[in-house]
Structures are given as structure tokens and as C-alpha cells.
Nanobody
Framework: VQLQASGGGSVQPGGSLRLSCVASGFSLGDYAVAWFRQAPGKEREAVSCIDTSDETPYYYYTDSVKGRFTLSRDNAKNSVYLQMNSLKPEDTAVYYC?????????WGQGTQVTVSS
């Protein structure tokens, strides 16, 4: 089981980025996938979560990103995406994707997002 996160970069305020989380070794579509972020000197926080394994899809967004970030998934590519629009300097952090499989938590390696003018 492996997760690989990518898509980070440096953008100006108001810009956009799309993060990708690609899984290998298991079917990502069978599980909820969460994105976390950790800014320098701060604790890791949950940003968003997508769970489409049941009949009723579940999406979670922390208040600070509602209306700006959007989750999607492509089961054929075994991937989950986090589209981030209207980025703000306070979105600057390392972003991680996370999946819990059989009670074990797996993390992607993290991708840096920097929002600065």
C-alpha cells in the first residue's frame, strides 16, 4: 500500500493548484481519502475528506476552505484530487493525503503549497 501526493507549488494569492493523490497496492475507491496540511510551527489539520464507498457520498471541508477547495476522484486512475482555488497565504503548508486501510493509516509523502505575493 502506497500513496503518492503531488501537484504542489508556489502561486500568488488568488491562484489555483490541483493536488493529486495516487494509490498503489489497493483500490482507492473503496476507502475514504482525507487531505491534511501542516504549516510551519502548527499542528497537522484535516482539510477535507471524500468517501464514496457507500451509496451516499460524503464530503467534508474544513470551514476555512469551504467554497474554495473541491474534492474529486477518478477510480480508473486510482486517484483523488483536491482542486484549490482562490488560494490565500494562510493556505501555505505541506499537504498530505491519508487513507485508513484495515485500521492502519497510510500517508502520502507530502507536497508543499506556498501562496505568496
Amino acid at each position: 500500500v502506497q500513496l503518492q501526493a503531488s501537484g504542489g507549488g508556489s502561486v500568488q494569492p488568488g491562484g489555483s493548484l490541483r493536488l493529486s493523490c495516487v494509490a498503489s497496492g489497493f483500490s482507492l475507491g473503496d476507502y475514504a481519502v482525507a487531505w491534511f496540511r501542516q504549516a510551519p510551527g502548527k499542528e497537522r489539520e484535516a482539510v477535507s475528506c471524500i468517501d464514496t464507498s457507500d451509496e451516499t457520498p460524503y464530503y467534508y471541508y474544513t470551514d476555512s476552505v469551504k467554497g474554495r477547495f473541491t474534492l474529486s476522484r477518478d477510480n480508473a486512475k486510482n486517484s483523488v484530487y483536491l482542486q484549490m482555488n482562490s488560494l490565500k497565504p494562510e493556505d501555505t503548508a505541506v499537504y498530505y493525503c491519508n487513507v485508513v486501510v484495515l485500521l492502519k493509516s497510510y500517508w502520502g509523502q507530502g507536497t508543499q503549497v506556498t501562496v505568496s505575493s
